[in-house]
């Protein structure tokens, strides 16, 4: 029985409960709570109120200050009543004994478990002092609705911190762990009043309230709120977080850390809607074709149309928001993590680029012209010919040109002329990784997710340097030990080189194929993309401080309609973020700046960007 003893001792002792995790934004502002089996916020005593503290042991232990962890006085008057009663009817617990019925014993009303409950009470108190004994009562007890501890509850039933709380809505909190789901306020409220007016009227007849505080609180009915607690506003970027944490901290939802994300509730909040906003218009033109439509065939409507949208800091790669789908509550899957699929013509932009950086320049000439293209494929020969979008050719185009109105033909002469092995090999120093040496890359074979073209897309918005997108700013343990997170960075080419694209794709937006992707007042830089068969649509860009990259396609991998392109699907979501942004941040950089390095003068006879190079 010592053994015994001395184990459970140390349980209490050491104790050392699950807490719940926290996630903040940026700036502090509450992201979601997190917990395995118990959803507890811990307090430290010296911030649990002193009437928290008066009105707990009014109504479960009157002399808790004075006895040595059992009544004596107490136990005979249970004694008797269980003898008038013929059974066991009242037990006399003080707060230390049902600290440790809670904590290491079982329920059961049994003469040897109450003796070892006993015994261990007295054994605790020359341990512990009452303040110990307290911090961990009111941090363990139950609370009902899913509520360990006092301070989650008070968060829970009340939406108020411990010291926000009215004299009724303590009484009803400590009036609760004697029968939490009996006493819980969101499924009997009568009976929960009733039983926090007991806790009221104790304290009245001890003296430790004034009169006008007794009649107020007799007559309070607080609101009460039935919530979960778990807030998780932004849960596709949460879970990502988690899954990042989760081999350097295994206890991450259950060990009362502190997360502050690079997340800005705020542009979380505008991403979601943008998202939403461009996911509605498009499902109400399936529904209108339908209805204009007698015979509707798979190609009048998208059934599986989803999205998802990664915004972040151009110079940091800090995740300001996460989109990983249209309805987290339908599917949890993170379409901007796990969905992997082709790039379009969303790679254009690093094909100009390798280009650029290998001597051509915004006014190269570029021949716009068909050609076939034969192959063998297990062993039978095929042909391909590649075609523009719209099927025509201009023969010559500029190299601005061609990439402003996403010229196909023009961009696979232009491959074609640095050389795959070259494009192969410079495309790889931009991240991408499953890279085929064949031409079909020049039209978006790749594959990818949209975070790895988050990070290849830096490389342009952050003048050549390339950096990789993270969501966690630092993490807090429950000691108070902090583990900050950095950006990486590689440095890929030049922000000479960078700014003739970046010239190029302002143009995309402001007379190309993104023109529903600009916003009044803010410089943009981006590109469409669309697959074959209108299976993806993305639109990827820049502002001179922020990156954004959109995509919308259908979950099964099925054509979308043919009309539901980047740059008419994925480019107005993107529209709708800054422009929302700007309107809530109107410090932000508007223009892109000009590389000292950068010169504008005659090339071919035309005004044009150059450098040195």
Not at 42 to 59: C, F, M, N, S, T
Not at 205 to 213: H, Q, R
Not at 476 to 489: C, L, P, R, S, V
Request: charged share 25%; hydrophobic share 35%; glycine share 6%.
């Amino acid at each position: 029985l010592y053994e015994e003893i001395k184990d459970d001792i140390n349980s209490v002792v050491n104790y050392s409960p699950k807490q719940s995790t926290q996630f903040f934004d940026k700036n502090g502002r509450l992201l979601a709570n997190t917990f395995k089996d118990e959803n507890r916020e811990y307090v430290k005593y010296d911030d649990i109120p002193a009437r928290v503290i008066e009105g707990l042991i009014a109504i479960e232990d009157t002399q808790f200050f004075e006895h040595f962890g059992i009544n004596p006085d107490a136990i005979s008057r249970a004694v008797i009543k269980n003898i008038q009663s013929g059974g066991y009817s009242e037990g006399a617990s003080t707060l230390t004994q049902q600290l440790i019925k809670v904590l290491v014993l079982s329920r059961e009303k049994k003469i040897m478990r109450k003796v070892k409950e006993a015994l261990l009470a007295i054994r605790l108190e020359t341990i512990l002092t009452k303040e110990e004994i307290l911090e961990r009562y009111l941090n363990h007890v139950y609370f009902g609705h899913g509520y360990y501890g006092i301070k989650t509850a008070a968060k829970g039933y009340f939406k108020k911190e411990l010291h926000e709380l009215s004299l009724k809505e303590i009484a009803i909190l400590v009036g609760l762990p004697r029968a939490p789901s009996f006493y819980d306020p969101t499924k009997n409220l009568e009976v929960s009043l009733a039983r926090a007016n007991q806790v009221v009227t104790r304290l009245d007849n001890l003296g430790w309230i004034s009169k006008i505080d007794y009649e107020k609180s007799i007559n309070e009915k607080p609101i009460i709120f039935n919530q979960t607690l778990t807030q998780n506003v932004a849960p596709y970027a949460v879970d990502y977080a988690i899954n990042q944490l989760l081999n350097d901290f295994p206890e991450i939802l259950s060990g009362g850390y502190k997360v502050y994300l690079t997340i800005d509730l705020e542009a979380q909040e505008i991403a979601n809607e943008a998202i939403r906003k461009s996911y509605e218009a498009s499902k109400k033109r399936d529904f209108d074709i339908r209805q204009n439509t007698k015979n509707p065939t798979n190609d009048a409507f998208t059934k599986e149309l989803n999205a998802a949208m990664i915004s972040l800091e151009n110079s940091t790669g800090k995740i300001l928001a996460m989109v990983g789908g249209v309805d987290y509550q339908i599917s949890v899957f993170n379409r901007a993590l796990q969905s992997i699929r082709q790039a379009g013509s969303g790679i254009k932009p690093f094909l100009y680029q390798i280009a650029l950086d290998e001597g051509y320049n915004p006014a190269s000439q570029l021949f716009d012209i068909g050609r076939t293209f034969t192959y063998r494929e297990n062993g039978v020969q095929k042909v391909w010919q590649p075609k523009n979008s719209g099927g025509n050719y201009q023969g010559v185009v500029s190299f601005r040109d061609s990439l402003v109105n996403s010229r196909n033909l023009s961009t696979l002469n232009l491959v074609t002329d640095i050389g795959i092995g070259k494009v192969t090999s410079e495309l790889k120093k931009y991240g991408f990784k499953n890279v085929n040496p064949d031409l079909s890359l020049a039209l978006g074979s790749i594959n990818l997710s949209l975070i790895e073209f988050s990070q290849a897309y830096t490389v342009l918005s952050n003048n050549g340097t390339m950096v990789k997108p993270y969501i966690i700013e630092q993490v807090i343990d429950k000691d108070g030990n902090t583990t900050q997170f950095e950006a990486e960075k590689t440095e890929v080419t030049t922000p000479e080189q960078v700014y003739l694209t970046t010239s190029i794709l302002k143009e995309v937006i402001t007379r190309g194929t993104g023109k529903r992707a600009a916003v009044e007042g803010l410089e943009l830089a981006g590109k469409t993309g669309t697959t074959n068969e209108n299976v993806d649509a993305w639109f990827c860009g820049y502002s001179p401080s922020i990156q954004t990259i959109v995509w919308f396609g259908n979950d099964d991998n099925t054509p979308m309609r043919r009309a539901e392109m980047g740059g008419f699907l994925a480019a107005p979501a993107f529209s709708y973020f800054y422009k929302k942004y700007l309107e809530i941040h109107p410090e932000i950089p508007r223009n892109f700046i000009k590389p000292t390095n950068v010169y504008s003068g005659e090339i071919s006879g035309k005004s044009e960007l150059y450098t040195d190079k």
